[in-house]
Each structure stands twice: as structure tokens, then as C-alpha cells.
């Protein structure tokens, strides 16, 4: 089993930056792929970002690239997603999840433990 906490969410303005933690229990952290995904108010849940379990590769979403970062220390249990250039339409709940996902990094069904989530506004 693996638990996983968000913290690191808030209000900003356009432009502003933030980080996002997400600290892992369990054993087996480090052999999992780390994702992120976010649902803003009325739309589906979807993919922003992934990293694989040695940190190697990460993949993000288009309309997320350029601007947000993953990155994982599995000494920390912890992954992280540095956002900048925030817009409001970045707007939403994001949730950190881990699974086994192989090469459907960007597939919401294929990962097996989800956070609570952590809410950011960002407004104009």
C-alpha cells in the first residue's frame, strides 16, 4: 500500500509560481511511476505529469510544458511539481497518484493510489 499527502496548494495570481509535495508511505514508493493530474470545477480529470520510478523521464502535458516541472526524491518519499507561469486556467484540484502504469503514463485508470488532493486558484 502506498499513502500519499498533497501540500503546497493556495491562492496566486497570474504569473505567480508555486510548488506542490506529494510524500509517499510505504515501502514501495520508489518502484512505482509518480503522476499528477488535476480536475477543475465541471471537467474530467486529467493528466499534467508523470514521472517514471528512477526519475529518469518525465512527461508532461502540452498545455502544461514549458511551464511546470516534475521531479522525484525517492529518498524523501516525495515527488514534487514546481508550476510557473501559473494561468487561471491552471486553475483546479491536483491530485498525485502512483502506480505501475508502463508506458500509459498519461492514463488515469492505470494508476492504483490517488491523494486527497490540493486546491489552486489562480486568478487574473
Known amino acids: 500500500q502506498v499513502q500519499l499527502v498533497e501540500s503546497g496548494g493556495g491562492l496566486v495570481q497570474a504569473g505567480a509560481s508555486l510548488r506542490l509535495s506529494c510524500a509517499a508511505s510505504?515501502?514501495?514508493?520508489?518502484?512505482?511511476?509518480m503522476g499528477w493530474f488535476r480536475q477543475a470545477p465541471g471537467k474530467e480529470r486529467e493528466f499534467v505529469a508523470a514521472i517514471t520510478w528512477s526519475g529518469g523521464t518525465s512527461y508532461s502535458a502540452d498545455s502544461v510544458k514549458g511551464r511546470f516541472t516534475i521531479s522525484r526524491d525517492n529518498a524523501k518519499n516525495t515527488v514534487y511539481l514546481q508550476m510557473n507561469s501559473l494561468q487561471p486556467e491552471d486553475t483546479a484540484v491536483y491530485y498525485c497518484?502512483?502506480?505501475?502504469?508502463?508506458?500509459?503514463?498519461?492514463?488515469?485508470?492505470?494508476?492504483?493510489?490517488w491523494g486527497q488532493g490540493t486546491q489552486i486558484t489562480v486568478s487574473s
Open positions: 510505504g515501502r514501495t514508493f520508489s518502484t512505482y511511476t
Open positions: 497518484t502512483a502506480g505501475e502504469v508502463g508506458a500509459f503514463v498519461s492514463s488515469l485508470q492505470r494508476y492504483r493510489f
